[in-house]
């Protein structure tokens, strides 16, 4: 069977995209430089959040994905980021290829809320690999490639802050149930309030939560 080694060696945030996506840079390598006519990829990415260190207004932010610092030791669990397809074309020995991963800035998503914490330094990311291999110098074998497959990468949290300036700059959202969003409109024309943001720093004061 042909064996595979994986390496991220680097990631952007597209530009072009019309909503949040990063693109990684993958290098595939085959075994004694065998010819692959396709690799059909799945790749599921994690946060390892125990292999890096957190300031003190990041460890705030993070206390409803972990709790406190002191439960830290058992808390601090991998947490999902994404799982997409890959389709890697024909090549012998070596390759590389774009791994296209689109994201969302949904404060209900639990990686969305990491990356959010954090102000600056990486990511430390786990992928891990599985799939079919399309092999052959001369004729066609399938291959499976198994989940034992894996690759380290440490992304720069600045690349998903710039990807997420791109989209929302200056402003993010949260997503809320339907009667709510429209007990808000209602409180909104009430009052005659001028945008939401207005609506919501007026709740917040309210409460005696204030914004400014």
């Keep these: ?9 680097g990631v952007r945030a597209d530009p072009y995209a019309a909503g949040p996506t990063l693109v990684f840079r993958l290098r595939i ?34 206390t409803d994905l972990f709790g406190e610092r002191s439960r830290w030791g058992s808390t ?8 997409v397809p890959v389709m890697v074309p024909g090549f012998t020995g070596e390759v590389e290829t774009d791994l296209v991963v689109p994201c ?21 990311l786990l992928m891990l690999f599985s799939g079919t291999a399309f092999t052959g110098e001369r004729g066609f074998r399938v291959e499976p490639v198994p ?5 380290t990468f440490r992304m720069p949290v600045k690349t998903w ?18 009667d709510t969003m429209d007990a808000l409109l209602a409180h909104r024309s009430r009052h005659a309030l ?6 919501v720093e007026g709740l917040l004061n309210a409460a005696g939560e204030r914004t400014r």
């Design 76 to 83: 601090l669990n991998p947490v999902q980021f994404a799982q």
């Design 147 to 151: 989940w034992d497959k894996e690759a």
């Design 29 to 62: 390598t085959a075994s004694d430089q065998a010819r692959v006519h396709a690799l059909a990829l799945r790749c599921q990415i994690r946060v390892e959040p125990v292999r890096r260190g957190y300031g003190d207004a990041e460890a705030a932010r993070l």
């Design 194 to 199: 001028p945008s939401w943001e207005a609506t």
């Design 1 to 9: 069977m042909t064996d595979f080694a994986f390496t991220c060696t």
């Design 104 to 124: 969302t800035y949904d404060m209900d998503i639990a990686s969305t809320r990491y990356f959010h914490a954090l102000e600056e330094g990486e990511v430390p």
């Design 161 to 178: 802050q710039e990807m997420v300036d791109q989209h929302f700059p200056g402003s993010g959202w949260i997503r809320l149930p339907r």
